[in-house]
């Protein structure tokens, strides 16, 4: 079955870098068609098959204030990407948009399932849990604020960041509240209050395996309760993604450092294999290879790519989103959603 994704081309790195991440999806993918949203400079792109345009007079800038948002959003591409996506002629969008931008689009167009009040932003990044490298699902990680969620809210995300951790091939899911310690003491009232929820449904769900608190660096590495799924703010979830970018990407400097010093001191033979490892390893830590968020607890997906990515990063995204839409069912969250507020009325 064909998969269309609606794509808003108006990133920061132009139409070359985004034309080359698109030759790859499509060369990847047969099944797949897109559909590029942008003003009139997207018809630089050349000539693909499985490709279509659709043109916006305006586009949001990556400095925009609220107001200019407000006022061009109407008409912008970020806009119509979102409006594809929710009149059926995409099955799926990605926008590389401010995120102000991005989710005033999605709320505008994109109806949230099961009456959700707050929409989280999904990140996977990498992580060890028990001595193997697997991705662990963050959210919310900038769709909400601070202090704008209840306790609720929170255990919504859980569950939404759960079936996303099953999406990316996660079993026996666990699941964390992100708190500046592990004892029940720390955190805030919202945290606090949050993990007695937390603790009250896993209680009658099986299903949902909570951990409890954790601690920032338990998010990156740990034994086997280490969780697969940390659940937080959407302010304190961006400040953690955003260091996490910097922490990979001074990982990936350090690496290249370090290949370049041994390549020079060792045997060919060694540093070949040296490359070979460190080839794997930067493979999976590679900023680029989580090139998008997902917006969940929408009736259709919408991903979140980062307006200055790479053609590997938007290559990703664009991955992201068209694994999304083969894993769109709703049914088994909606059940869950449900049960929990039926079970926990008024929280």
Aim: aromatic letters at 8%.
């Amino acid at each position: 079955m064909i998969k269309r994704i609606a794509l808003d081309a108006m990133t920061e790195q132009g139409n070359k870098v985004l034309s080359k991440a698109i030759h790859r999806v499509l060369k990847e993918h047969k099944d797949l068609e897109l559909i590029i949203v942008g003003d009139n400079s997207i018809s630089g792109f050349g000539d693909f098959e499985r490709v279509s345009f659709k043109y916006s007079p305006k586009i949001i800038l990556p400095d925009d204030s609220t107001r200019e948002i407000l006022n061009k959003l109407e008409e912008s591409s970020t806009n119509l990407t979102a409006k594809l996506v929710s009149q059926g002629e995409a099955d799926v969008g990605v926008s590389f948009a401010n995120t102000k931008a991005v989710g005033l689009a999605v709320e505008r167009n994109l109806q949230p399932i099961n009456g959700l009040k707050k929409i989280p932003l999904a990140v996977a990044i990498p992580s060890k849990k028990d001595g193997h490298y697997a991705p662990v699902i963050i959210l919310d990680v900038g769709a909400t604020g601070l202090d704008d969620l209840s306790p609720m809210n929170l255990l919504e995300f859980g569950i939404l960041g759960k079936y996303q951790a099953e999406n990316f091939g996660v079993k026996n899911i666990k699941i964390g509240l992100l708190s500046n310690g592990t004892e029940i003491t720390k955190g805030t009232s919202l945290l606090r209050k949050s993990d007695s929820l937390f603790l009250e449904y896993a209680k009658i769900n099986n299903c949902f395996n909570y951990v409890g608190f954790i601690e920032g660096r338990d998010v990156f590495i740990g034994g086997e309760n280490k969780p697969d799924v940390v659940v937080v703010d959407g302010f304190t979830g961006n400040v953690l993604l955003k260091m996490t970018e910097g922490l990979l990407l001074l990982y990936k400097e350090a690496m290249n450092d370090s290949y370049r010093a041994n390549l020079f001191k060792m045997a060919s033979g060694l540093t070949a294999r040296i490359t070979g490892a460190f080839g794997q390893m930067k493979k999976f830590m590679h900023p680029d290879r989580y090139g998008g968020a997902s917006f969940l607890g929408l009736s259709h997906p919408f991903i979140k790519g980062h307006g200055a990515s790479t053609s590997f990063a938007i290559q990703a995204a664009i991955e992201l989103a068209y694994n999304s839409s083969a894993n769109a069912s709703h049914e088994n969250i909606l059940d869950e959603l449900e049960k929990a507020r039926l079970i926990l009325p008024n929280r």
